[in-house]
């Protein structure tokens, strides 16, 4: 007698998922939010495919990539920031007023501040760390000590960082030779980094980008420290339980993911503009994109150089549809949330597996 | 006399957006979802209110597109979070970044043009010349009608089954399953509500309080309202008492300025004020004594402890 074989499929929860799967879900969570961005131009009147050749055949150019690279910068290192707080369990959404602060005190020591020349840079890039540090502090010693909710409090203090930088270049800091534009004088060549000729890469920066990612990478998985941040992610009990001191390994994590906010701000006031201008020309939410780096690197602080650097690429597609098409700057957010959004989605059925027979 | 009624009248006047998207979010949290995207559908309920009045001449029609529009972005929110039982704070701020570029696509031909239809401002015969709480009658329909919906809404949470269902579906979602509540309807209505009212709170913003189209002129309104949302407990009627409070603070920021105070730092106060706020409370001894949500942003499945 034959037994004649019955398909049977079964759907059964998936224990772990390896590194290869994780990265395929990523790269199908990216295809996912390019489908759903360009559903919303299609709705909005715009030819989506026309919309994405122009991105893609102008970005790989060399122009183009030179852009990525300048772009990349500022969002890998408050990416690595975010990181650190995101693995200690504090939702930091204040990279943005944390970069901007940075910027402010790298224009205080590169405008203001009498010093013998050839520390100029360095102190400007040092001040401007403490400053996005302790833009970070104020929200977490709220969180520990009158149990404020650090997403709320966050993303007020972003709001409270732009104020004060258009306060700073309309006010006080505006330049005497700028012809009534909100900009402040431009620094002196001693407060600026060197950048790679013909492009606006502010290669120390880079190199220091690249680095921090390194280092966070082994603060995170290879010492005492990072693992007690990971445990503080379990929350305070867990913590408690465990001997690992709760508060102070918070604060450790968030002056970090502000410092590094921080200095990103220096790059692009140092490295870019070489001026401090309004909030909203020296940032265009890199602090926000960074919280799509962090997720879409996996929290890991290797992983976020390749999903920055597709960030970097968005905003640069940004620049030249926004130029071309005539779309507002704020279209690009439409990518960044749907990119998220299809992480999580993606995410969620992967924690299943379909067999078959 | 009259200055202090005619500033109450502007306090409540700003205030309303705040309350609509506040009430909304209460409802969400209440049934133990967080939704962080509220700035989001703000703003894209802000577009398509003024998008649609635009077209179509008619106010109905673009506050109650603004409705769906916020029904709709909210509608992600609840697969994301409630069906697929992901991240909320991420999915939220994720919704939060798609509202703000959908909103800035919609309105991207509309910077400068003006409405010819908008709210107008209704004094109600003899009681809007009382002084002081004359205030609270001269007011446009949609500002009379949150001080309707404030009530309603307190009503259905603490006198109603269906109030103690959304309750307990957020405090304590295994108990509610065992008596036979509906966890995910309960929380795709809640969330749903929520999205209405954001949608209805932008809606507000470019049909009435200042009908025109800014790019972002939300400008943090929806991440106040979910402070407000915490600072109220969770309680309708406290919502409407600390959004005049906030308002109370944009009416100061225009009333400073020509005192020679600078724009971008008095642009800060909402901000400070909110956070201050916040640190004040200190939200767990409240949380004791009055009871948030105890799921609040805890995805429920059966299988799973």
């Known amino acids: 007698m034959k037994i004649k074989w019955v398909p049977c499929i079964k759907v059964e929860r998936r224990e772990e998922q390896s590194l290869l799967v994780r990265i395929v879900f990523r790269i199908l969570a990216v295809i996912l939010s390019f489908l759903f961005s360009a559903v919303i131009f299609a709705v909005s009147g715009i030819d989506p495919w026309y919309a994405y050749m122009l991105i893609f055949t102008r970005s790989f150019t060399y122009t183009g990539l030179t852009e990525i690279a300048t772009k990349l910068i500022p969002i890998l290192i408050c990416t690595v920031g975010l990181t650190v707080a995101f693995k200690t369990g504090i939702w930091n959404i204040g990279a943005e007023g944390q970069l901007l602060l940075g910027a402010v005190g790298a224009t205080w020591i590169a405008l203001f501040v009498n010093i013998y020349e050839p520390l100029r840079l360095p102190v400007a890039l040092m001040v401007g760390m403490v400053f996005g540090a302790l833009w970070a502090l104020i929200p977490i010693l709220l969180k520990i000590k009158l149990n404020v909710n650090e997403i709320v409090s966050t993303l007020m203090m972003n709001y409270i960082a732009s104020g004060i930088v258009d306060y700073l270049v309309y006010g006080p800091w505006r330049g005497a030779r700028e012809w009534g534009f909100p900009y402040t004088d431009k620094f002196p060549a001693t407060a600026c980094f060197p950048i790679i000729p013909g492009t606006r890469i502010h290669w120390p920066t880079l190199l220091l980008g690249i680095l921090s990612s390194i280092t966070v990478y082994i603060l995170l998985s290879k010492t005492t420290l990072g693992f007690e941040m990971r445990v503080c992610s379990q929350g305070k009990k867990v913590a408690d339980y465990l001997g690992v001191p709760y508060s102070s390994r918070l604060i450790i994590a968030m002056v970090i993911s502000g410092g590094l906010a921080g200095l990103a701000g220096v790059g692009e006031v140092c490295g870019v503009h070489r001026r401090l201008r309004y909030a909203s020309s020296i940032s265009s939410g890199y602090g926000y994109t960074a919280i799509i780096g962090a997720w879409l690197g996996g929290l890991n602080p290797i992983g976020s150089i390749p999903s920055t650097f597709l960030l970097a690429f968005l905003l640069t597609g940004r620049d030249i549809i926004q130029v071309s098409l005539g779309l507002p700057f704020a279209t690009s957010n439409i990518f960044n949330g749907s990119i998220l959004l299809s992480i999580l989605i993606v995410e969620a059925l992967g924690r299943y597996r379909v067999k078959v027979g | ?305």
């Open chain 2, 1 to 305: 006399m009259e200055y202090i009624t005619e500033f109450i009248s502007m306090m409540i006047n700003a205030s309303t957006s705040i309350l609509l998207a506040a009430l909304g979010e209460i409802y969400a949290e209440r049934s133990g979802v967080l939704n962080l995207g509220v700035e989001g559908m703000m703003a894209v309920g802000a577009a398509v209110a003024f998008y649609t009045t635009l077209s179509t001449g008619s106010l109905i029609i673009g506050l109650l597109s603004a409705c769906i529009s916020g029904i709709l972005l909210s509608l992600i929110h609840g697969f994301v979070s409630i069906t697929m039982r992901s991240n909320q704070v991420i999915s939220g701020l994720a919704l939060s970044m798609v509202g703000l570029g959908i909103s800035s696509l919609i309105g991207r031909n509309l910077v400068g043009t003006p409405l010819r239809s908008s709210l107008r401002t209704i004094n109600i015969a003899m009681l809007s010349d009382i002084p002081i709480i004359g205030a609270f009658f001269r007011q446009n329909a949609l500002t009379f009608f949150s001080y309707i919906l404030t009530a309603i809404l307190w009503y259905i949470l603490f006198k109603t089954k269906i109030g103690i269902a959304i309750r307990m579906v957020g405090d304590n979602p295994r108990s509610a399953d065992s008596l036979g509540i509906n966890i995910h309807l309960v929380r795709y209505g809640c969330t749903l509500l929520g999205g209405a009212l954001a949608g209805l709170a932008g809606a507000y913003l470019s049909v009435a309080y200042t009908p025109t189209w800014i790019e972002g002129m939300t400008a943090g309104q929806g991440w106040i309202a979910l402070a407000l949302t915490v600072f109220s407990a969770w309680n309708p009627s406290y919502a409407l008492i600390g959004s005049y409070l906030f308002g109370g603070i944009r009416i100061l920021q225009f009333r400073l300025q020509p005192l020679g105070f600078s724009p971008p730092l008095l642009s800060t106060l909402p901000y400070i004020f909110t956070i201050v706020a916040l640190a004040l409370l200190n939200i767990e001894r409240i949380r004791r004594r009055i009871g948030a949500p105890r799921s609040l942003g805890k995805p429920y499945h059966r299988e799973e402890i």
